[in-house]
């Protein structure tokens, strides 16, 4: 296809596809003709995961160009590409501070990850994320205990997300089925617990 019909099978504006070509986010077509390039199925599905990074995971260029990065390295493994996607999608990580509640609060989430046999990186930002949560907590004078949440949500994802991955498919399909995964289905968990919540109050509180 040319590139005004994969624009239009995209959804996305033609400046922007051209755009997207000047910044190496999308691979360059077939050259037809020095004018002229043909478009295919691979750089529709790029586009599809270029807009799930843009749009949905809110990510700036740069990190895209990262992501992308990895997908195009047949060399490195499928877990490591997918755990460039998700590192991405966590943001600004919170750094450690000299304060023994955020040391009390590591040691937490370092226990609570061995206990669930979770093979996790030292590095993860989501654990450096739930340190600061929980360290927060405790400063509010909450008393929380995590296990409950943290068997949800290992129950959530081995037995439905990442079936829902396909890791022997082309793998930029793999990354955009988890950045839209774990982005939407997160805030769908989220909507859901605010119903069970409103319609547990009800049962117990209303008259």
Request: hydrophobic share 45%; proline share 7%.
């Amino acid at each position: 296809m040319r590139i005004s019909e994969l624009s239009a099978a995209s959804g996305v504006p033609l400046p922007t596809v051209k755009y997207y070509l000047r910044e190496g986010l999308l691979h360059p077509g077939e050259q037809l003709a020095a004018t002229r390039a043909d478009y295919d199925e691979t750089h529709l599905r790029r586009l599809r995961l270029i807009r799930a990074l843009l749009e949905v995971g809110k990510l700036p260029v740069a990190s895209i160009k990262k992501v992308i990065a990895a997908v195009d390295d047949p060399g490195l493994p499928v877990h490591t590409m997918l755990g460039t996607a998700h590192y991405a999608l966590a943001g600004e990580v919170p750094s450690a501070t000299q304060d023994p509640d955020w040391d009390s609060a590591q040691a937490e989430v370092d226990q609570l990850i061995a206990a669930l046999g979770w093979r996790i990186e030292s590095w993860a930002p989501p654990r450096a994320e739930l340190t600061e949560i929980l360290t927060r907590m405790r400063k509010l004078g909450m008393k929380p205990d995590l296990r409950p949440y943290a068997e949800a949500a290992d129950k959530l994802v081995t037995e439905v997300e990442m079936d829902q991955i396909s890791f022997d498919g082309p793998r930029d399909a793999a990354v955009e089925a988890l950045v839209l995964g774990t982005i939407l289905y997160g805030r769908a968990f989220d909507a859901l617990r605010r119903l069970a919540q409103e319609s547990e109050s009800a049962r117990r509180l209303a008259p």
